[in-house]
């Protein structure tokens, strides 16, 4: 029996999800949580065989759950998500995600996922593979892609000055041309943007 512990924010997904998989002879779903915190929680407490995560959710997102579980409890991963970037798959793969496969895969198809990884295997969705492969060349200098990076750590423009040996207007003028580039209304967004794409 391979004991699943199912973990989405969204009600009506996850007991859509559990419903169907006990359905198989060979799956059980042991335990269901609606973030991430809950289900790194689950697993340390039922020992699963893998866990089912969705990649979007508040608080505690899938890839930083999906890193807690596979590095304190070396229990392998399936990840759902309804559209991911390819910087997002990368990260998730780098995090020891085992599959990554989006909502609308038919339930028996991810049953078929879940044993293959249950025996060892990994499965990666072709049609997000092929985006990632078609991934964007990213449009940054190596300092707004560094400086980028301090926003996400919630650094202060004083702050990055002093990190980088730069001039607060310098700063200021290399986070404007970023997010000129993005497209992105605040740094924190165009940082936020970067690191989808798998830039940062």
Known sequence: MIRVVLVDDEDLVRGALANL???????????QAGDG???VRLVE???PDLVLLDLEMPGMDGLTAAEAITTRFGVPV??????????????????????????????????????????GGRYVDPG???SALAADVCPLSVRELELLRLSLDGLTVGAMA??????????????????????????YAAARKAWEEGWI
């Open 21 to 31: 998989l006990e359905l198989e002879a060979d799956i059980e779903v042991v335990a």
């Open 37 to 39: 915190a809950s289900g």
């Open 45 to 47: 407490e039922c020992t």
């Open 78 to 119: 399936v990840m759902v998500t309804r559209h991911a970037k390819h910087g997002v798959l990368k990260r998730a793969l780098n995090a020891g995600v085992r599959a990554f496969v989006p909502k609308v895969t038919p339930a028996g198809k991810l049953s078929e996922i879940l044993r293959d990884v249950h025996a």
């Open 128 to 130: 997000l593979a092929a």
């Open 162 to 187: 002093e990190a980088t040996h730069l001039a607060p207007g310098t700063v200021r003028n290399y986070l404007s041309s970023a997010m000129s580039k993005l497209d992105a209304d605040t740094r």
